[in-house]
């Protein structure tokens, strides 16, 4: 099965110029569902490789203290996506823990029933799964020369066919129900800096995170989360992400990934297999 996988690997990455002419990157388009409260407000604002349209009431999301995070949903148009209900299930909850980490960074975060200033959910409204089997074949293809190489590592580009994409929106809505931000994004994985897994799931859940990491830094800055230099995660984050105890009890409805989960993710392991989106215990 390798000996195939790397055949394939070298049938499709082969001819120089296939790399030139293709874009390597999944195409994702910013699909709306009809979840937010207004559209209307929405400007374009694009990152190097996501494409989003965004509002906020900057006042009133920068006097805002406490927010609570309502569990993402799936819009009728994504549920069509081939996945099992556990793969959407770690991928909407992918969603939710990495927006809770980051709001944490300025807000306190209270669980589901109890009052907030602002209230956020989001809609996951198109995905396009990965092809396993392509995934596989990358993965292989990036292990085989560490081997002719002597273990020294080798950077190989992913094979730019079969990528996933995640589209989504979202919005924080006040006590009364109006819209103080709201954001629509889609962002296909790339040949460079996307990871293979070997699963239907594996672009859509990571890019799932990098969803919430884009729309926690605009509730926390209230600005653009492409205008901003680059910076190293708060301390907090670290710490949570890396499966430690969040800042606040109620990202642990989310449950902890940590490190399992980040090497099965370098491994090319199936999202599933090692991040079983349940909560944390109340004791722990």
Same mark, same amino acid.
């Given at each position: 099965?390798?000996?195939?996988?790397?055949?394939?690997?070298?049938?499709?990455?082969?001819?120089?110029?296939?790399?030139?002419?293709?874009?390597?990157?999944?195409?994702?388009?910013?699909?709306?569902?009809?979840?937010?409260?207004?559209?209307?407000?929405?400007?374009?604002?694009?990152?190097?490789?996501?494409?989003?349209?965004?509002?906020?009431?900057?006042?009133?999301?920068?006097?805002?203290?406490?927010?609570?995070?309502?569990?993402?949903?799936?819009?009728?148009?994504?549920?069509?996506?081939?996945?099992?209900?556990?793969?959407?299930?770690?991928?909407?909850?992918?969603?939710?823990?990495?927006?809770?980490?980051?709001?944490?960074?300025?807000?306190?975060?209270?669980?589901?029933?109890?009052?907030?200033?602002?209230?956020?959910?989001?809609?996951?409204?198109?995905?396009t799964v990965t092809d396993a089997?392509?995934?596989?074949?990358?993965?292989?293809?990036?292990?085989?020369?560490?081997?002719?190489? !002597? $273990?020294? *590592?080798?950077?190989?580009?992913?094979?730019? +066919? /079969?990528?996933?994409? %995640?589209?989504?929106?979202?919005?924080? #809505?006040?006590?009364?129900?109006?819209?103080?931000?709201?954001?629509?994004?889609?962002?296909?994985?790339?040949?460079?800096?996307?990871?293979?897994?070997?699963?239907?799931?594996?672009?859509?859940?990571?890019?799932?995170?990098?969803?919430?990491?884009?729309?926690?830094?605009?509730?926390?800055?209230?600005?653009?989360?492409?205008?901003?230099?680059?910076?190293?995660?708060?301390?907090?984050?670290?710490?949570?992400?890396? !499966? $430690?105890? *969040?800042?606040?009890?109620?990202?642990?409805? +989310? /449950?902890?990934?940590? %490190?399992?989960?980040?090497?099965?993710? #370098?491994?090319?392991?199936?999202?599933?297999?090692?991040?079983?989106?349940?909560?944390?215990?109340?004791?722990?």
């Amino acid at each position: 099965m390798n000996i195939r996988m790397i055949r394939l690997a070298a049938k499709v990455c082969g001819p120089l110029g296939l790399w030139i002419t293709l874009s390597g990157c999944a195409t994702a388009p910013l699909e709306t569902s009809g979840s937010l409260v207004a559209y209307n407000n929405l400007k374009p604002e694009d990152g190097v490789t996501t494409k989003s349209k965004l509002y906020v009431d900057k006042a009133g999301v920068l006097t805002a203290r406490s927010i609570r995070i309502v569990p993402t949903t799936f819009s009728s148009l994504a549920l069509k996506a081939e996945l099992s209900d556990k793969q959407r299930r770690v991928i909407a909850n992918a969603v939710d823990r990495s927006l809770c980490f980051g709001l944490s960074d300025r807000f306190q975060v209270v669980p589901m029933g109890e009052a907030a200033d602002l209230s956020v959910h989001v809609t996951i409204t198109h995905l396009t799964v990965t092809d396993a089997g392509l995934a596989g074949a990358s993965k292989v293809a990036s292990i085989a020369p560490n081997f002719i190489s !002597g $273990g020294m *590592p080798i950077p190989v580009p992913r094979i730019p +066919f /079969g990528m996933g994409s %995640l589209s989504v929106e979202g919005e924080a #809505k006040d006590t009364n129900g109006r819209q103080k931000a709201a954001f629509v994004w889609a962002r296909g994985a790339d040949f460079i800096t996307s990871t293979p897994r070997v699963a239907a799931s594996g672009d859509a859940y990571d890019l799932a995170s990098e969803f919430g990491t884009d729309f926690s830094k605009l509730l926390v800055t209230a600005e653009s989360p492409f205008k901003k230099t680059l910076s190293l995660p708060s301390a907090q984050r670290m710490q949570s992400s890396l !499966g $430690g105890k *969040p800042k606040y009890a109620a990202c642990d409805a +989310f /449950g902890r990934s940590g %490190l399992p989960a980040l090497v099965g993710g #370098k491994m090319g392991a199936p999202p599933e297999w090692n991040d079983d989106a349940k909560p944390v215990a109340s004791t722990q």
